[in-house]
């Protein structure tokens, strides 16, 4: 009695721990407050919202087409192949099923890595190779379920068809298809449920403008936590879950397959696979368990999808589908353009464009470097754009096909200066500063003032620091006295001591989550730009920002048009219309950093004016020092200091 | 000369290999093993010495075996209780524990960001009582939280279906020999579920030795695993040979685990899972 009362405590605890990340999801998507985890009543608003996004319902479907295509692809070739390996000898079965077996046994990124390189050395990245990527990885699991099909398919049925005077292919069709038919089903369906799933591979294959499920609520969850994305998950859940009670009630009538077979694949209603026998038998057996794991999974994700279907209709029907075929890539900040404003921009001028974003500025350059996508063009911050002018990656734009330009600042225009003096490259877009967010209920406003609270032990465990390369190293090197330019080895070295000393008392090293981490006020003190913190502090009355007055960095994002630019004249065109007074204004309200339109400016009432964090006086911005472009061994340098940093 | 025409429909599947299972696993070895101006070098591979990668290593090696270590705990008596369970709906109680495992990987982890945060559900419970608070995010704690809630079915699945294919006879058989509780379990059930239980560490060791993704989430930066650095080397710091002699390196492991599954699967129990 004991005993049972024990079992069953057990698995309630287990249950718990299972199902309360769920059901948090659950009740937030519920929840009216966007930022704080603390309930401000019920809406369903995160519902209607999430099916009006363009960006989770294009990953939606991408995710969609993606699958069905990998699925459908890798089930004829894997079929093909299970029919021809099944009629060879055994020394080449033995290396046809090795080479199956390695995206199956690999890890993941590996495989992803693997691919990516070769997709890059050959092509471009894109939705081909994403679905190429899938494909590989499906195969093997197609073969596998088809193999042991053939295995038992009796060779004398088939022969005797022969004899009787039917073709190949009529025996064939007639034969041994309807026998190996379920085992092609169930790899199809497996297939389905793997590329729904993957993550990984898919993350170092896709292109610009390319995002599945996975990958976007991988972007996603760096930057912030969207509540639609728990309406998302409430809905997939809820789908999953009645399709899989409805299967699981069913299967309960049929009889019961063989005794031993996993819980699985019974509730699938899948029938009872054969058991292989051969060289084949390991392979084939081993897949088993797995096969039966995601063998119910597959059902209903298959059932999802048509029901998704229907609601794919409503949104191409939505969407008008722009003709013209004029298309530019464009590769920016994550969060750093309004979507509403992008969509405009399409439809006022026809031009698609690709939008794809990053998180730092090395990464940008990465990604650019790589050359595995051509942009045209690029919004960066102004180390990285002298590099790249120094190395002779970018091109003059010509201004008199962009007549906004002359909506900028002038003043404004002159801060470029340090990495485009004669003002031919570059069309600034935001600009800012870098400082200390903080949350006035447990920060005193004194200490503050100075980069020193950062090291005095006061707010351990309490702070976030910024996870920007440059910018982490930036508050230690100003502290010691140094500029936030100095490549010296030493002066950097001595920079990371104090970095490593602090790294105890940070909590966790953000770039875009600091924002909503310090509106929740799961942190005391956040470095972070200046734009993250006037949006926080809109949010929470509680913080405020402060620079230093040791002094801090100023930026200046800035718009490029790469080499690798294939439309000039559609970025003229994009370049206009972000100079535009009403697409300025627009941006600053989505992420509210310094705009160089003076229209933005004088658009703002006397208190937003005057905040700091908005609109950085001119005293503070004398204060600050701009960055400069780093030679690839400072990049280096600071690169490897920046991992013993945090593998510290 | 039906059976070679049946064979040259194996004929895409062979390019498919070459071109993209062969090819791209030439181009990392290739990559391991040149300098970026196309020289041999064998200096990528000897950086997994270096002090950052070998910190990055050991520390994915620790989680991984802690992971794996308690996906086990968790999972034999659980598998265990279920199997003992005498109702008429086991399969429903036992999807009931797969369920999860149905929702996207990455909303999972965001769940368990949401629920361990400062001011987060689990603290703001706790507060309610009085208790001390929990603050683990940000450390390698949350980061094996993670990959314990992600994996656990996979270590889950083949102990259970390991055990369910012990007959009752015997373990009734032994009762009437006199056999106790611990000697029926040491001497029965154990060997019995040995390779599910060798599959499931496996399945559960391999993606928690490589995973980047869950660190990166619920580590806050401040978690730096073998997977993170690899995937630095490759998205942020555009050092591919690097990268890649790393993930070469890291396939090391990888191999020598499936060998270990394979030693005790010889017979193709049919509970591996690769």
């Known amino acids: 009695m004991v005993k049972k009362g024990v079992s069953r405590l057990y698995l309630a605890l287990i249950f718990c721990f299972l199902y309360l990340p769920i059901a948090v999801l659950v009740v937030l998507s519920f929840n009216r407050s966007k930022s704080h985890v603390v309930w401000t009543g019920f809406t369903l608003d995160w519902y209607a919202e999430c099916f009006r996004n363009q960006n989770i319902m294009s990953a939606f479907a991408t995710t969609l087409e993606i699958t069905f295509a990998a699925a459908v692809l890798s089930t004829i070739i894997g079929t093909l192949a299970a029919i021809g390996i099944s009629a060879m000898k055994r020394r080449s079965r033995t290396i046809y099923l090795g080479a199956t077996n390695i995206p199956l046994l690999n890890a993941d990124i590996v495989t992803g890595i693997s691919m990516m390189l070769l997709f890059v050395r050959f092509t471009n990245l894109g939705f081909v190779t994403v679905l190429i990527a899938h494909i590989t990885f499906n195969i093997p699991y197609v073969i596998l379920n088809v193999l042991p099909r053939l295995k038992q398919a009796s060779r004398y049925t088939y022969e005797a068809a022969l004899d009787l005077g039917a073709g190949p292919l009529y025996a064939f069709f007639k034969v041994t298809w309807p026998e190996i038919l379920p085992g092609v089903f169930s790899g199809f369906l497996m297939a389905v449920t793997m590329s729904l799933d993957d993550f990984s591979i898919t993350y170092f294959t896709k292109g610009a403008g390319i995002n599945t499920l996975s990958t976007m609520l991988y972007a996603e969850l760096r930057k912030g936590i969207r509540p639609e994305l728990y309406a998302l998950s409430t809905v997939l859940f809820f789908t999953v879950l009645l399709l899989l009670i409805a299967i699981n009630l069913n299967s309960d009538k049929t009889p019961a397959p063989a005794a031993g077979k996993a819980v699985a694949n019974k509730g699938a209603g899948l029938p009872d696979a054969p058991r292989p026998n051969g060289t084949a038998k390991q392979f084939v057996s081993s897949a088993k368990t797995r096969r039966a794991f995601y063998a119910k999974r597959a059902v209903c994700a298959v059932i999802l999808v048509s029901l998704a279907v229907g609601s794919l209709a409503v949104l191409f029907s939505a969407s008008p589908l722009i003709s013209g075929g004029q298309t530019i890539t464009v590769l920016n900040y994550g969060q750093y353009f309004d979507e509403d404003a992008l969509r405009r921009f399409e439809e006022e001028t026809g031009i698609r464009v690709n939008y794809e974003e990053y998180d730092d500025p090395e990464e940008m350059y990465t990604k650019y470097k790589a050359g595995a996508i051509d942009y045209d063009v690029i919004c960066t911050s102004e180390y990285m754009i002298e590099k790249l002018i120094q190395e002779g990656e970018v091109l003059e734009l010509d201004f008199s096909a962009i007549p906004n330009y002359a909506a900028l600042d002038p003043n404004i225009i002159e801060m470029t200066s340090s990495y485009d003096p004669e003002h031919k490259y570059t069309v600034p877009y935001f600009y800012g500063t870098l400082g200390i967010l903080y949350n006035t209920k447990l920060v005193d406003a004194e200490d503050v003032k100075s980069w020193d609270c950062l090291w005095n032990g006061k707010y351990a465990g309490s702070m976030i620091m910024t996870r920007s390369v440059r910018d982490a190293f930036a508050p230690a090197l100003i502290t010691l006295g140094y500029s936030i330019n100095d490549t010296d080895k030493d002066h950097l070295l001595e920079a990371l001591e104090i970095l490593k000393d602090q790294n105890p008392d940070v909590s966790a090293y953000y770039v875009d989550e600091t924002r909503d981490e310090m509106i929740a006020e799961n942190a005391a003190i956040g470095v972070c730009y200046s734009g993250d913190a006037g949006e926080a502090m809109a949010e929470n009355e509680n913080l405020a920002y402060s620079i230093p007055e040791e002094g801090s960095n100023l930026w200046i994002d800035s718009w490029f048009m790469p080499k690798t630019c294939k439309n000039q004249e559609a970025v003229f065109r994009f370049l206009d219309y972000v100079c535009r007074d009403d697409v300025a204004q627009a941006n600053f309200d989505y992420v509210y950093y310094t705009s160089p339109n003076r229209s933005v400016a004088a658009g703002m009432d006397a208190e937003t004016r005057e905040n700091e964090a908005v609109n950085p006086s001119e005293e503070t911005i004398r204060r600050c020092e701009v960055f400069r472009a780093l030679s690839d061994e400072s990049a280096g340098l600071y690169n490897t200091l920046w991992q013993e940093l945090i593998s510290n | ?274």
Not at chain 2, 70 to 95: D, E, H, T
Not at chain 2, 99 to 116: D, E, Q, V
Not at chain 2, 169 to 188: N, T, V, Y
Request: with cysteine; proline share 4%; charged share 10%.
């Open chain 2, 1 to 274: 000369m039906n059976k070679l025409k049946k064979q040259l429909l194996a004929g895409p599947y062979l390019v498919w290999i070459i071109g993209f299972i062969l090819l791209p696993f030439l181009m990392i070895v290739y990559y391991a093993f040149t300098n970026a101006d196309g020289g041999f070098t064998m200096e990528y591979l000897a950086a997994v010495l270096d002090a950052n990668n070998r910190k990055a290593l050991f520390l994915s090696l620790e989680l991984g075996v802690i992971c794996t270590v308690l996906c086990l705990l968790i999972s034999y008596p659980l598998a265990m209780i279920l199997n003992g369970m005498n109702i008429k709906n086991q399969s429903l109680v036992v999807f009931l524990f797969m369920l999860p495992m149905w929702m996207n990987f990455m909303l999972r982890i965001l769940a368990w960001k949401l629920l361990l945060s400062k001011n987060g559900v689990i603290n703001s419970f706790l507060s309610l009582f009085g208790f001390p608070g929990v603050y683990i995010l940000n450390t390698p704690a949350a980061v094996v939280f993670g990959m314990v809630y992600d994996f656990l079915p996979f270590m889950l699945l083949p102990v259970y279906n390991s055990m369910t294919r012990i007959r009752k006879d015997w373990l009734e058989a032994a009762q009437d020999l006199g056999a106790g509780h611990l000697a029926i379990f040491f001497k029965i059930i154990l060997p019995l579920t040995v390779s599910g239980i060798i599959s499931g560490v496996v399945m559960v060791f391999v993606p928690s030795l490589t995973s980047f993704a869950i660190s990166e989430v619920l580590g806050g930066g401040k978690v730096l695993l073998i997977g993170n650095i690899i995937e630095q080397d490759f998205m942020q710091g555009m050092q591919w040979n690097a990268g890649s002699g790393l993930s070469l390196v890291l396939m090391v492991f990888v191999i020598i685990s499936m060998a270990l599954m394979n030693l005790f699967d010889k017979e193709g129990e049919g509970t591996a899972i690769w």
